[in-house]
């Protein structure tokens, strides 16, 4: 540590057309000075990883997911986590774009009312941009479309999920909503498993068949290759046991696809891999 030797006093003016005081300022420092500080990075080596995009876009060509359901073509940066998906069948016609990162855009038009509804808490709680178009034979019921439109998310979470490095992989989460209170524990493992405990009292809310609920989870767990548990610790009213079910879904979504920045880009697993298999 050293001292700067005696100040001296320099004379500054101040030009302007009202005051022109004279200020006088004193180049002694206000503390000592230090001749040497060790140098720490703000970040820990991996923040690159965590915290930048890649300049050079890449590529996904478009496929055919096993389900059917087309993967388009599009441009992102490295770390961009964005599904894209169009599913056509002679039943339906689907479009779902889905973005890990977003900040809870919600743009989905399925032709079911509360479908829409729920997508939406998808969206909102689980801070994703969620953007579905469907049309579909709900002249007959809304049975193919709830399917193919929760096939084709499921599709989109695998392809923006991608290899999963560096992500906590597990999300548990508990959403009251009023006398509702419902459970959901999901492991982004690559192994499809729907384990379901609904108690809805009606069969209907609105216009939507409840039954469709457990089918929608179903699909989106076939597709996205997650294990899901959902467990319904209280409720009496079918709309909010339904939707405190989504709204703990979204939650634990969002918890499982998160950073986990101690992993440092690591896949979560001791295989070293996460699979479909």
Do not use: W
């Not at 690559?190 to 469709?212: C, E, F, M």
């Amino acid at each position: 540590m050293e001292l700067t030797a005696a100040a001296r006093l320099v004379e500054y003016s101040i030009s302007s057309p009202l005051l022109k005081p004279r200020v006088r300022v004193s180049q002694r420092p206000l503390a000592p000075t230090l001749t040497s500080f060790p140098k720490r990075p703000i970040f820990p080596p991996n923040h690159r990883q965590l915290l930048t995009m890649s300049q050079d876009p890449q590529t996904c060509a478009a496929s055919v997911d096993e389900n059917g359901s087309t993967i388009t073509a599009s441009s992102f940066g490295a770390r961009a986590r964005i599904g894209e998906v169009k599913r056509v069948t002679k039943e339906t016609n689907v479009s779902v774009k889905i973005n890990l990162d977003g900040s809870g855009v919600a743009e989905n038009n399925t032709g079911i009312p509360f479908l829409d509804h729920m997508l939406d808490q998808l969206a909102s709680h689980g801070l994703l941009d969620v953007h579905v178009k469907a049309t579909g034979d709900i002249h007959i019921d809304d049975h193919h479309t709830n399917e193919d439109v929760a096939l084709a998310i499921g599709t989109a979470f695998l392809q923006a999920l991608g290899d999963r490095k560096g992500i906590n992989r597990f999300g548990d989460f508990s959403a009251p909503l009023d006398e509702a209170l419902i459970h959901v524990a999901l492991d982004l493992s690559g192994r499809p498993h729907l384990s379901y405990d609904l108690q809805i009292p009606t069969q209907r809310v609105g216009t939507y068949d409840t039954q469709l609920v457990e089918h929608f989870f179903q699909s989106l767990v076939n597709t996205s290759g997650m294990t899901l548990h959902i467990r319904q610790l209280a409720g009496r009213n079918s709309h909010h046991i339904i939707e405190a079910t989504f709204k703990a879904f979204a939650r634990a979504l969002r918890q499982a696809t998160e950073y986990d920045p101690r992993r440092h880009g690591t896949i979560p697993s001791s295989k070293g891999v996460l699979s479909r298999s």
